[in-house]
């Protein structure tokens, strides 16, 4: 099996639409602009594409180099280049084939590619063997449509409308008012089951939210665009941990934070002092370490380790803060806070976030204290979650849309927790000690940062720091 990964070639200019915003099939140069998700390829603005279903017009053609994009038979026939026959075309003086079958064309024959499962389609969960095993299984068995039909549902968040998707196990589902579109888990092991949800498009207006929460990751794979102007949440809490994150140490049990990925560590440890104050948690880990609590001893609050990395595409959310310590009784103590929450996001065509629009899975923040008088310690902030975006093009309109930020430890009245880590690879910060009425009192670590995997044929260049996250990047449809 061959995979046609869509790139950045030097021949290729990318445009985003300047004063011009050239439309599909116009000629350009290098200086010209075409419209947004267009490429300017071989002299024209064109759609890049893996599969006929890519393009409005036209058809999914291949270079000679593996690039493959979109092609006119009306205006670019076979004429102009020697010895190029039907159904061949003409592009740029180069003659250039349809895509063949295996390459992603949704219509090839499913036993060509039996020696690697029989992947003849851009699929999505390629990177993870375990879940394209188990999505495959919903596919053979009917209950999926893969690649979806026209007949798919719509997940239309328009202005002002609000959607909640829940992924808890047995009730994966997205609704709006009376209606809902319900979607499929796939079990893992080690980890909670990741809920699918698969559409036609999904648009999320300016002044909407998608509000997701529940057990296990929220997977929206679609067969059209994905625009998002409004706002996808699955963001931790305090002491809960978002979709697919982990929950916040428990202050009654003296509990760490809990980790979502089972042994792979991360959870902030629950703050204790030897000398009798009152300890911050530490933060939850993620990409990278959490903060150690205020006055936290040797491991005791210490802020949780990392685990995520860019060679590994995981669907695991930040781990969570660890609960606060009081000498005198755990009930005067504070929740670590959650981990931020994982949303994979799948298009056969293009993902494109507005200037307004944000993917959050942010950390929640440690639970706060007033000084003797509430909770009298405070937790660590939970570290941010994870996002892939993965479609043959991705393209931001705004300065940032993904949020996967640790969130804040928990404050001490006036004086603050650690910040979360904000981006790159920032650790979470420590949080502070101060004394009140000659009592010592530590604050919560701040989470660590969280990740965010870009899969995609738009360029490295085009998509870096548009993230408070830890960024990562590879093709479209690479395992």
Partial sequence: MRYVVLGTLLFLATCFGGEDDLPLWSTCGEDDGCATGLTCLY????????????????????????QSFCANPDIEGPEGCSDC?????????????????????????????????????????LWDEELLSAFRAQVDTGVVDWPPSASAPVLDASEGAGWALTTSQGGCSAASGSFTVTGVELTRSGAAPVCVVVVDRMEVASTSIISITGDGPAAILSRGD????????????????GPGGGAGGDPTLEADGESPGGDAGGGGRS?????????G???????????????????????????????????????????GFSPVSTSNASDGGGGGGVVYLFSLTSIEIGAEGSVDVYGGPGGAMEPLVDSESSGGGGAGGTVVLEAPVVTFEGSFGVNASGGTGGDLGAIPGGSGGWGGSEDGEDGLITTFDSVELGTGGGGGVGIVHYRTGSSQRDLAGHAYAHECFGGFGEP
Avoid: K
Wanted: aromatic share 6%; hydrophobic share 30%; net charge negative.
């Fill in 271 to 279: 703050g204790e002092s030897t000398l009798g104050g009152f300890a």
């Fill in 43 to 66: 002299g024209r603005c064109r759609s890049l594409c893996t599969m006929d279903i890519h393009c409005d017009e036209g058809q999914c053609v291949v270079d000679a180099s593996g």
């Fill in 85 to 125: 026959e039907p159904p061949n075309l003409c592009v740029g003086g180069q003659c250039v084939a349809p895509l063949p079958p295996g390459d992603g064309d949704a219509d090839a024959d499913a036993d060509a590619d039996a020696d690697d499962g029989g992947v003849d389609e851009p699929y999505p969960f």
């Fill in 281 to 323: 948690g530490g933060g939850g880990g993620h990409f990278s370490r959490g903060g150690d609590g205020g006055l936290s001893v040797d491991t005791l609050g210490g802020g949780g380790a990392p685990f995520g990395t860019c060679e590994d595409v995981e669907l695991i959310g930040g781990a969570g803060g660890g609960a």
């Fill in 226 to 241: 994905i625009i998002i102007d409004g706002t996808i949440l699955a963001i931790g809490w305090t002491p809960f941990g």
